[in-house]
């Protein structure tokens, strides 16, 4: 009778941005709630980092935590506002372009109508190439992801 192969362990870790969290203006509150439901679907959290918003800092992270646990979850940084850097550093990180995501324009153009997108609100529709949209049911600005960058 075969060995049954050991179950894979799936680990993750989180990577913080924000200049408002390290200044201690903002609270985090995504750590808790994301560590809550790693845990109850089965994964590992690991690791956890809080950096500052420089694109050298999330690089240098994003590349350190990519490498060691199956999922990097990031928060913070994909706003409108011209300091939100956490796309351009994905992309840096993975050496991919970044470009306005025609799915994402659509549904930013969806929820604020063509003449409101303006370039802050474009800002919200770039990605990384390659990378798939996470729908985000708050504010319509999704996220992304991507199993091809490893």
């Not at 969290?21 to 809550?36: H, M, P, Q, V």
């Not at 690991?46 to 050298?56: C, L, S, T, Y």
């Amino acid at each position: 009778m075969p060995l049954a192969e050991a179950p894979e362990i799936v680990t993750a870790a989180v990577l913080v941005i924000g200049d408002e969290i390290l200044s201690g203006r903002t609270k985090d509150k995504n750590i808790g709630f994301i560590a809550e439901y790693l845990t109850a679907v089965g994964i590992d959290l690991k690791e956890v980092r809080v950096v500052a918003d420089e694109e050298e800092a999330i690089v240098a992270a994003l590349n350190a935590l990519r490498h060691r646990y199956t999922y990097v979850f990031t928060t913070g940084g994909i706003g409108p506002t011209h300091d939100d850097i956490t796309a351009d550093s994905v992309a840096k990180a993975f050496g991919v372009g970044i470009d306005h995501d025609p799915r994402a324009v659509e549904l930013l153009q969806q929820r604020f109508g063509g003449a409101a997108l303006n370039e802050a609100r474009m800002r919200m529709a770039r990605i990384p190439d390659g990378a798939d949209l996470i729908r985000n049911k708050v504010s319509t600005a999704p996220g992304f992801t991507s199993a091809t960058c490893s």
